[in-house]
């Protein structure tokens, strides 16, 4: 079965240090996610990136966090300058549709634990 | 803006025993809801989708109802088993797809 694949599964990173989270999404589907889950809170939506470009994003996504699809497999979510609010674990998802012609859920990967120390 | 509550922080059944979760909403009327299992440390895994025109829905030993007047859906397992234990969380249509906090449901033997 297809699946979302994320690197690293964990990083440690020093306050105001860059991070790049990286994740393969499915290759047929169009549509990419990256969500975030903070311990003991829940699944809170990032940024979805459509068509090369960010179509939806969240208060949470300010200007120190950017997506790329460098390669047009890989799709990145880097923060520039880290903070302790950070810490989080970070999904990444993907699906073959959205909204009203999704006739299937969203693929998540495995995630990646972000540390900000 | 839209709400989601799924109304049990935690729940445990005996197994063998239906498990039953809750999710409600409001400020919305989405056109399907969705529900996905996450087991710690894991991303969410998604289980079903029921639209607004289907009453219920059902997969093996799994059965989600969704009525839009009481703007709430209803998830159960039947014959519930210790691995059926995780969190499972509803999710509203939308773009994106927005969340709820999860149910964590301990099955025992």
């Known amino acids: 079965e297809p699946e979302v694949t994320q690197t690293p599964s964990h990083q440690v990173t020093q306050m105001g240090q860059e991070v790049i989270l990286r994740c393969v999404p499915i290759?047929?589907?169009?549509?990419f996610y990256w969500y975030r889950q903070i311990l003991g809170q829940k699944v809170e939506f990032l940024v979805s990136f459509y068509n090369n470009e960010i179509s939806e994003k969240s208060e949470i996504f300010d200007d120190q966090f950017s997506v790329e699809r460098p390669d047009g497999s890989n799709f990145t979510l880097k923060i520039r300058s880290t903070k302790l609010e950070d810490s989080a674990m970070y999904f990444c998802?993907?699906?073959?549709?959205?909204?009203?012609?999704?006739?299937?859920?969203?693929?998540f990967g495995s995630g990646t634990r972000l540390t900000v120390v | 803006s839209q709400k989601i509550e799924q109304n049990s922080e935690a729940l445990n059944i005996q197994e063998g025993k239906t498990a039953t979760l809750t999710c409600n909403y409001t400020?919305?009327?989405?056109?399907?809801l969705q529900w996905y299992r996450q087991d710690p440390g894991r991303g969410p895994v998604f289980l079903l989708l029921?639209?607004?025109?289907?009453k219920e829905k059902r997969k093996e030993r799994l059965k989600v109802t969704f009525d839009t007047t009481l703007k709430q859906s209803l998830f159960h397992i039947t014959a519930s088993q210790p691995a059926d234990s995780a969190t499972y969380l509803c999710a509203l249509e939308g773009t994106p797809l927005v969340f709820g906090k999860g149910t964590r449901l301990s099955v025992i033997a």
């Open positions: 029921i639209r607004e025109n289907e």
């Open positions: 998802a993907s699906s073959e549709g959205q909204g009203q012609i999704m006739n299937y859920g969203y693929t």
């Open positions: 400020n919305y009327s989405p056109a399907y």
């Open positions: 290759s047929n589907h169009l549509y």
